[in-house]
């Protein structure tokens, strides 16, 4: 089994930068791919990155890329997101999930062992 923390969430003016961390505890860890989605106030959780269990591949919502990155750290069971030049609409509850199969790796019905999320805020 898998359990999952989020952290590194905060209240941001913007244009500034966050780094996201998940942290896992489990005994498979580096067998799976792992992603971050965000869920705004009012809105249904929404796709923002994924990255493979290898590290190797990368996927990222359109309007966040160019401004995010997704990366991990297996020997530390950890993964990371990144985020520079935030935008008041990335404000939302920010969660991290284990890819576990499926058709496409954007949708949050793929995933299992949710975190308990971090909240992002961007004013303007």
């Known amino acids: 089994q898998v359990q999952l923390v989020e952290s590194g969430g905060g209240l941001v003016q913007a244009g500034d930068s966050l780094s996201l961390t998940c942290a896992a505890s489990?005994?498979?860890?580096?067998?799976?791919?792992m992603g971050w989605f965000r869920q705004p106030l009012g809105k249904e959780r929404e796709f923002v990155a994924y990255?493979?269990?290898?590290?190797?591949?990368?996927n990222y919502e359109d309007s966040v890329k160019g401004r995010f990155s997704i990366s991990r750290d297996n020997a530390k069971n950890t993964v990371y997101l990144q985020m520079n030049t935030l935008k008041p609409e990335d404000t939302g509850v920010y969660y991290c999930?284990?890819?576990?199969?499926?058709?496409?790796?954007?949708?949050?019905?793929?995933?299992?062992?949710w975190g308990q999320g971090t909240q992002v805020t961007v004013s303007s």
């Open positions: 999930g284990l890819f576990r199969a499926g058709s496409t790796v954007k949708s949050w019905t793929n995933y299992d062992f």
């Open positions: 489990g005994r498979t860890f580096s067998r799976y791919g």
């Open positions: 990255i493979s269990g290898d590290g190797r591949g990368r």
